[in-house]
């Protein structure tokens, strides 16, 4: 497996685990410590963390799979970003109830956005 290849699939699996890990602690241990809509967000920054590691993945094999498509390991990366801007910053804003932390939010939803259309503007390009 390639470098690029290996550092994102093992990258998307470490994000699993966080995922997993935070889900978990969310589920249990925050349970009746944060209000519900802030459980609520925390939650949906576990389902975003865990799909898109998913998706870190996914791009890593792709990495592998079509050498010559340049912009995958970019996009690869652009989703790791995501992740801890769009989940770390839904993490820290339901943990502190600082709401001002919600409008770095959008930001990693960009990236989500502009490295599946990377993904895909490399598929459909590559030989």
Known sequence: MNANAQQLVA??????FLGVALGAFGAHALKARLAADMLAVYQTGVQYNLWHALGVVLIGILVQLLP???????AGWIMVAGIVIFSGSLYA?????VR???AVTPL?????L???GMV???VLKAD
Request: a positive charge.
């Open 100 to 102: 001002v932390l919600g």
């Open 93 to 97: 804003l339901s943990l502190s109830g």
């Open 11 to 16: 990258s998307g699996a470490i994000l699993a």
């Open 108 to 112: 990693g939803g960009v990236a989500f």
């Open 68 to 74: 010559g498509a340049k912009w995958l390991p970019v």
């Open 120 to 122: 895909a503007y490399a």
């Open 114 to 116: 502009l490295a599946w």
